[in-house]
């Protein structure tokens, strides 16, 4: 946040002075920002100014009117307070006209200021203030590039002001260089303007859509008459949409392969011309709601006959959902058992949506977006989609930028955190506005984006590129066939970016995927455990020195993390008896001594970093190494090394059962972040647990058997390699075996 401005805190304090106790007056805050706070509060006083009596923060009609009878505001026409208020707006616009004063009067400083803010934005530099130019300067809009803004952008939106500064329906737009609603709609107008579209609004609506298509395309060649603005005004569209074409008002050759670009990046017919299509595409985010997209999306179970007239009608991936709002809500439109089958058997593809109700800002937040990325995975195993299918998580109402930061991006961070714990299987999409999509994944926080562009009055949809990463583009609702062949569709357009998925996996025959555990058999669990360990002869190893010796607690840990060993089971298609064995074992047999290993491990990793950073800067004594050297030890929840953890991963990664960047276990910083990851990140300690099952699994050649029907040895020695190849690691698989056919027995009952 910017410093205060000192200039500012004068305008704060003169406002509040001179006008707190007159009716309909808010004081502002003395902070020294510039904020839409300080303009309102100068846009009230100039209202009392010019006798209007109910305020108001609208810079209105009414206003314009007032103003307009008071006159043109220049040297030889003020008030002592509006001087003050029109100075005060310049200073909050970045331009001394008074040198930090309030004078009361018209300086030489103000002719300068105003001569100045005229030229940024584009009209002739009289040194008088308009009424439009005053409602200009009472706003937030900046007149120099600023953030992203581009200088050929900036171009056309001076050209604009200049050109239509004294139409009665024109406001003074932006000169920063970036597209925006305001943009939008003023083009919109012009563009009526040009081709004489009654009652005009700068709506883009079918009577300015009509007028454009039947005014025909713009190609090589072609060029604007006296008076006229048509081809510069598709230049200004092209401009705004971050296309650098020319801006002469002549269609150039050059000009053309820039509109194939952006045809190509819109998915639009190649013509290289202006046509009524890509006029559309670069004005509104629907585009041409006509035209027939490859994709769409439904909440309606797709039948045969369904299926059929999808096909005829050109689709060829259909977005379907993967859970209903709630199990008791009246709306079902999950995907239905047997659904998948007759879509691929009519040669369709899928993309799943994730979207309980996702419509409202307080539903998002990071323990929200957690829970979906659980739930989401949840589903997918279930339906088996397979590795890398992009779920699209839905954002379904018009966020704007300050909700953006406050709720959509912690939400899409726990999505992440999430989707990371289970080895990227499923990759993060996002639907929704195109603001939304784009600030989500600049982030990184979503690979594709699923544009929800038919709502055209959207604010995140008005004066916003289309994403980048766009894989589905929303323009349409529509209906399609008729009888059982009837379906209600959102008809989208596909980038090719994702082309939905054609099979699933599929469970080995009568096999299904284990659930969440019913804790209402918690009690009947631990009894089951501890008759076992106390059973005559039972093999349980040394059980001496135990941080925690009672199974009863050992297992109220594990079962508090069920949800995630549940999905990682699911992820990799294996038994959940597998990871919750060994995360059982491996916490009940920490002990002591482990924790000074841990220690010895923290210790000599913290010298290592004292010592470079001594390397970089030696000032004083050299730090010295600890007299024990400890690089790695056991550590987290299931007790998993720094180097095993590296070599299981990477392993995954190259075998293509994960994402992520391969470590070096020869490497000390490798080695350091990672046993810090595995020490202090419990989910992630979990989540290593079955990369590691299965990269002995690999080692012992046993992966590629179907997982879910391990046999009973091949378990054990899954169990045993995970602690080692000698003796006493297959000791431990035996032991860990034990309790594995427990926690089986009851995952059993409850899938079948």
Known sequence: MANPDPWIENVQIWLNTTYTGVPGWNPVVVDGRTGWATMRALTRALQHELGISSLSDNFGPGTMS?????????????????????????????????????????????????????????????????????????????????????????????????????????????????????????????????????????????????????????????????????????????????????????????????????????????????????????????????????????????????????????????????????????????????????????GLRVFPIYQTYGSYLSYFSDIQGQNDAFAAIEAATEYGF????????????????????????????????????????YRVGIYGTRNVCSRISQLGLAESSFVSGMSTGYSGNLGFHLPSNWAFDQISTITLGTGGGAIEIDNNIASGRDLGQSSINSPPTGEKLDVQFDMALHPSLASAILAYINSPGADIGNTLGLLEPDPAVILQRVLAHDLLITNLARTWGIRKALIQSIAFWENWKTRWDDLLSNYAVIIWYSYLEQHEAWLESPVGPEPQPPSVIQEDSSTGFAQVFANTAILAQNWAIESDFADGILLDNHNWRDMWAMWQLIHTDLNFSIAIVPTVLMWGADRIGVLDVPRLTFADHEIEAILARYNGTNTDADAVGARVKHFYDIFEQFNASLRS
């Open 66 to 346: 007032a103003l307009g009878a008071f006159g043109n505001i220049s040297s030889g026409n003020f008030t002592p307070n509006i001087a003050n208020i029109l100075i005060a707006g310049l200073y909050c616009k970045g331009y001394n006209a008074g040198n930090g004063q309030l004078p009361g009067s018209w300086l030489p400083q103000t002719t300068t200021a105003v001569n100045s803010i005229q030229s940024h934005i584009g009209i002739p530099q009289t040194g008088i203030i308009t009424p439009t130019l005053f409602r200009a300067i009472l706003n937030m809009d900046a007149y120099i590039v600023i953030g992203n803004g581009q200088q050929f952008v900036r171009e056309v939106q001076q050209w604009m002001n200049a050109t239509y500064l004294n139409r009665s329906w024109y406001s003074i737009i932006p000169a920063d260089g970036s597209y925006s609603r305001t943009v939008q709609t003023a083009l919109v107008y012009a563009i009526q303007e040009e081709l004489n579209v009654a009652g005009a609004n700068g709506n883009y609506g079918p009577g300015t859509r009509a007028a454009v298509q039947a005014k025909g395309a713009i190609a090589i060649g072609n060029q604007d008459g006296p008076g006229r603005n048509w081809i510069r005004l598709f230049q200004a569209a092209m401009r705004f949409n971050l296309y650098p074409v020319a801006f002469d008002g002549s269609f150039s050759v050059s000009d053309s392969a820039h509109v194939v670009s952006f045809q190509n990046f819109t998915a639009l017919p190649i013509s290289g011309q202006g046509d009524y299509q890509t006029w559309s595409s670069l004005l509104v985010s629907n585009g041409d709601p006509n035209r027939v997209g490859t994709a769409a999306d439904t909440i309606t179970q797709v039948t045969a006959p369904r299926a059929s007239t999808l096909i005829a009608n050109g689709r060829q991936v259909i977005g379907r959902y993967l859970t209903n709002a709630s199990s008791s809500s009246a709306l079902n439109k999950k995907i239905q058992p047997g659904e998948l089958a007759v879509i691929f058997g009519a």
């Open 386 to 425: 397979l590795r890398n299918t992009f779920i699209y998580f839905a954002v379904d109402f018009d966020a704007t930028d300050d909700q953006i930061t406050s709720n959509v991006i912690p939400h899409f961070e726990a999505i992440n955190t999430v989707t990371r714990n289970f080895n990227g299987m």
